[in-house]
């Protein structure tokens, strides 16, 4: 039944997204240039007429639509893995041109925005510590669940285990929260680098002309392999 379910999953995000890998490159260019107003705006770049509460609200829709590629980041991610997973081409154009495979350069350009897309509503939000004190929390609250009762009475005629327990979420979070940090600190640089303005606008024109040459022209700005 599970492996049934799989599939069907699979299937219907074939057919949904990695079947258009054209159409969600494109999707990405129109995501790049919100960055690039969001940005403008944010840093004084690109000033909207009105009065300044007037900007801040263009500001304040622009967040919450970049807030919402998280979710399209990932299935953006998604895309990118299945197409050259599965070997998919990106459209039926394309097909027939080159044939019923996936395009190098459309499936890369599709992971790297999708964790861009994915990361860039995270910036502002303290990650690694929030993974470090959820690790932290479990590995203290499941080392509490696993010691026997004995066990933890005879211990706390020694020593109060809410002080161990403290110290390994203490230990746990700490260890836990530098290594991601230090993970994602690259992974931040790209997408931080990516929605600079300047680069944004160069994003954007490289998904729409991409996306578009190959969704509709059947051809890709390099083609590798």
């Not at 990695?18 to 490159?25: Q, R």
Request: glycine share 8%; net charge neutral.
């Amino acid at each position: 039944m599970l492996t049934i379910l799989q599939n069907t999953f699979l299937d219907a995000f074939v057919n949904l997204f990695a079947d258009s890998g054209a159409i969600m490159l494109v999707i990405c260019g129109l995501m790049a240039l919100l960055w690039f107003f969001y940005e403008g705006v944010r840093r004084g770049w690109v000033k909207p007429k009105g009065e300044e509460w007037e900007r801040d609200k263009v500001s304040r829709t622009l967040k919450v639509m970049i807030g919402l590629g998280i979710i399209l980041g990932v299935i953006t991610l998604l895309t990118g893995i299945v197409t050259m997973v599965m070997n998919i081409r990106p459209s039926i154009a394309y097909e027939n041109n080159y044939g019923a495979h996936f395009d190098w350069l459309t499936s890369i350009a599709l992971i790297v925005m999708g964790i861009a897309m994915f990361l860039k509503p995270l910036e502002d939000l303290p990650l690694a510590a929030l993974i470090g004190l959820a690790a932290g929390a479990s590995a203290a609250l499941l080392v509490a669940l696993i010691l026997p009762a004995n066990f933890i009475e005879a211990a706390n005629g020694y020593v109060n285990m809410k002080w161990i327990l403290f110290g390994l979420f203490a230990i746990i979070a700490t260890i836990v929260g530098v290594a991601i940090k230090f993970w994602l600190s690259s992974i931040e640089a790209i997408s931080k680098f990516i929605s600079w303005p300047p680069m944004a606008l160069i994003t954007a024109a490289f998904c729409l002309v991409q996306g578009f040459l190959v969704w509709i022209g059947g051809h890709t700005l390099i083609l590798i392999g």
